[in-house]
């Protein structure tokens, strides 16, 4: 282990900000990926869904 | 060989392989990031010239490796698909293009990051950062041109097209802007360090390569099903799938109680 | 060639029959040679240094400016339709549809160019490499513009999209091309520049009517 507390840990040597700011970007950007192709999924089951039942409705009426 | 490769090409074998695929290239995104970073930032010593700020390199560098590797991959199914017509092809393009939007723009962000402390400048119009702006325009490009268009079909060959004049252009702009940064500065500044980097360092940049990549196919395969699920919507096979049908349940119920 | 000297000669006269876009083109570069200096001051050592800079961007958009034009119109009343049905290769009438854009568009303002240089106090020497550079540059930057105005032809936002999809690629015609008339005067030389843009304008030339033709024909069978 190279970090003698946890607080050099996260001053990285004076460099924290870049350090932290870099990395928490990062997995910010790659967790907001995953929450939007999340919806993504979501959005295109819900439209698929809706077009389908209006199908059978139109069916059903015709 | 060929023939199962050609059963996958088909959208509707191809949705329940990715669906049983991405989460398996998830775990191996989460499993080689923890031991990438471990590496990096708990066994990777001190720089001896940037001190702890080298560390940026550990998701700097797998961002541009990827922010390229996707793009060639995208021109490769272009190929396939401008060569074959198959509909996949386009798809997989239009799956990949926001995770390398993203990994490019996370090159450049990283990139300035470490730029500010060692050169005293958040951006500096090196070779590779500049080479990095072009391609990151590159992908809003394509992916403003598939959006733009209305019809998936023409949408996905000039996606194609675009793919591929940007894949081919790629090493050009590249060089030319080496050309044009080397004969204009005079000590050359490198992002890889001159001094040969520690063993643990190139191992741990390395490994969280390998973790983004997963992760890239990860996304992108689970993107493409909504993908999917949206150009095949009119299919039968799609019509019967359980999670369309639960849906459809899901739906109607509302609507009932409304 | 009979067909294609037909379309360039077509696409000419019908050009210069609404001369405004001949001369929108070449108004803008020089207005936007003239904006430079007084955005960044009267300074002439500065302007001399940036001079090749400035050119070659004014240039650049002033070329990507009419690039929309290219096939728009023939695609609104059908004839693009029929040249992709003639018997002629479409890569081949392509090609002349650019050699007509460039000798509208571009070569105008080659010949601007070295008028313009002046403003900025380069030399003769360097003048000439201006104007060689945009010679051998701006039928690249055609060459290149067509791709992208067969990819975005009837597309809402087309011009925009085009200009975005266009100016990354046009970036090696920019370093080449300004680079030539930087390295003429730090005394560097301009030759390595410019042997690289025309092998830049030969590939363009080859793959540029093929590449454009394939998008047209994408953009018609829709």
Same mark, same amino acid.
């Given at each position: ?62 | ?35 990438? %970073? ?27 490796? =990827? +922010? ?76 403003? %041109? ?48 001159? +001094? +040969? =980097? ?61 | 060639?009979?067909?294609? *000297? ?59 400016? !009419? ?23 479409? !890569? ?69 999209? *085009? ?31 410019? !042997? ?27």
């Amino acid at each position: 282990m190279i970090w003698n507390s946890l607080n050099d840990f996260w001053a990285m040597g004076g460099y924290g900000l870049y350090v932290w700011g870099s990395f928490g970007v990062t997995a910010l950007c790659m967790a907001l990926e995953m929450v939007w192709v999340k919806n993504a999924r979501a959005q295109a089951l819900s439209q698929v869904a809706t077009e389908l039942a209006a199908e059978s409705n139109s069916k059903e009426w015709s | 060989m060929i023939q199962k490769l050609f059963f996958y090409a088909s959208p509707q074998n191809f949705y329940p392989l990715a669906g049983k695929l991405w989460p398996l290239f998830a775990v191996l995104a989460t499993a080689l990031s923890g031991w990438g %970073l471990w590496l990096g930032m708990f066994v990777a010593p001190t720089d001896f010239q940037q001190g702890e700020g080298y560390r940026i390199i550990f998701v700097h560098v797998p961002a541009s490796w =990827m +922010s390229m590797v996707i793009y060639l991959v995208m021109a490769f199914w272009a190929l396939l698909g401008l060569t074959f017509n198959t509909r996949l092809s386009g798809m997989m393009t239009k799956a990949l293009a926001p995770t390398g939007a993203i990994f490019a723009f996370l090159s450049l962000w990283t990139g300035a990051l470490w730029g500010k402390p060692m050169w005293g400048a958040w951006w500096v119009w090196d070779a590779r950062l500049t080479s990095e702006l072009i391609l990151f325009f590159l992908y809003l490009g394509h992916i403003a %041109l598939t959006s733009a268009i209305d019809d998936p079909r023409r949408a996905d060959k000039a996606g194609g097209i675009l793919a591929l004049v940007g894949a081919l252009n790629v090493p050009i702009i590249y060089f030319s802007v080496k050309w044009w940064n080397t004969l204009h500065q005079g000590a050359s500044v490198s992002l890889t360090k001159g +001094s +040969s =980097m520690a063993q643990v360092m190139l191992e741990a940049m390395l490994i969280m390569g390998i973790a983004f990549w997963m992760y890239a196919v990860a996304i992108a395969l689970y993107r493409v099903r909504s993908i999917i699920l949206i150009r095949e919507r009119h299919t039968q096979w799609v019509a019967e799938l359980p999670e369309v049908k639960a849906q459809m349940m899901k739906n109607s119920a509302g609507g009932a109680i409304a | 060639m009979s067909a294609f *000297l037909a379309i360039v000669k077509r696409d000419l006269t019908l050009a210069l029959r609404r001369k405004n876009e001949v001369i929108t083109s070449v108004f803008f570069f020089v207005v936007v040679a003239a904006l430079f200096p007084l955005g960044i001051g009267p300074e002439m050592n500065t302007l001399r240094l940036v001079a090749p800079g400035i050119l070659w961007v004014g240039a650049l958009l002033a070329s990507m400016l !009419s690039l929309g034009r290219m096939f728009a119109t023939d695609y609104a009343d059908g004839t693009l339709e029929q040249m992709a049905l003639s018997p002629n290769s479409l !890569s081949w009438l392509v090609a002349a549809k650019i050699l007509a854009h460039w000798l509208l568009s571009g070569l105008p303002l080659v010949l601007l160019a070295p008028i313009l240089g002046l403003q900025f106090d380069l030399s003769t020497n360097a003048l000439w490499v201006l104007t060689l550079s945009l010679l051998l540059g701006t039928p690249v930057l055609s060459l290149i513009g067509a791709v992208g105005a067969a990819l975005t032809l009837g597309v809402r936002g087309g011009d925009v999209l *085009l200009s975005l999809l266009v100016l990354p690629l046009y970036v090696p015609a920019l370093v080449f091309g300004a680079g030539a008339v930087q390295a003429e005067i730090s005394g560097l030389g301009a030759s390595a520049h410019l !042997s690289v843009l025309a092998a830049l304008a030969l590939v363009a030339a080859v793959f540029s009517p093929w590449a454009s033709a394939a998008s047209l024909r994408i953009a018609l069978e829709s």
